[in-house]
């Protein structure tokens, strides 16, 4: 009973299963792909908080006072006669001051959200730097995609650093040539989307 249970679970394992190196293949296959989504999903992330930090939306207190400063100023306009004088300069005084309050409130405003988007870039380039770690840590030893010699014939030694050459006339890719490759290629379709 044991010696079939050893036998199942080396065929469970790999060990002398048919086929093995075509799943080892495809995972191979796989694996650029995942890591490129990877990258350029935090790349996106990373671009739309610093979007979000840039242009932080207007609030219904902003639009409110903008709106009462605008018809204080519009009011103080109506009044040009000398004797309604003293009324329009009351109603300016008034801009002014609701102009004062809100640049306050924008200030206000703007500070609270610089810390909490910086607070959210902090988070997610320490989750960047994990992801990435855990990354390189996975795909060490492994090429991460095959690409033909023809097609890389000045810089192949430079895509297989750490895996061993090539086979077949195919440059085995390391992880860290492609996670360079990978966060260059996402910051460049980062700036085309807009």
Same mark, same amino acid.
């Given at each position: 009973m044991e010696g079939e249970i050893m036998g199942e679970g080396e065929i469970l394992g790999g060990?002398?299963?048919?086929? /093995? /190196? !075509?799943?080892? !293949?495809?995972?191979r296959s796989l694996a650029a792909p995942f890591v490129f989504f990877i990258i350029i999903a935090f790349q996106f992330a990373? *671009?739309?908080?610093?979007?979000? =930090?840039?242009?932080?939306?207007?609030?219904? *207190? !902003?639009?409110?006072?903008?709106a009462e400063i605008k018809q204080l100023l519009k009011d103080a306009a109506s009044y040009s006669q000398p004797s309604t004088f003293a009324q329009a300069a009351k109603l300016r005084r008034m801009a002014a001051a609701k102009?004062?309050?809100?640049a306050n409130y924008q200030a206000h405003l703007t500070q609270e959200m610089k810390l909490s988007y910086d607070l959210y870039l902090k988070v997610l380039f320490i989750v960047k730097v994990i992801a990435h770690v855990v990354i390189i840590l996975w795909f060490w030893s492994s090429p991460v995609v095959y690409v033909s010699q023809h097609l890389v014939q000045p810089f192949g030694r430079l895509l297989y650093w750490k895996i061993g050459?090539?086979?077949?006339?195919?440059?085995?890719?390391?992880?860290i040539p492609w996670l360079?490759?990978?966060?260059?290629?996402?910051?460049?379709?980062?700036?085309?989307? =807009?």
């Open positions: 060990g002398e299963m048919p086929g /093995g /190196g !075509e799943i080892l !293949e495809r995972t990373a *671009k739309r908080l610093q979007d979000l =930090k840039r242009g932080a939306s207007k609030t219904d *207190k !902003e639009m409110q006072l903008r102009e004062k309050e809100l050459g090539s086979s077949d006339n195919n440059v085995r890719v390391g992880i360079i490759l990978c966060s260059r290629v996402s910051k460049f379709v980062c700036r085309l989307i =807009k």
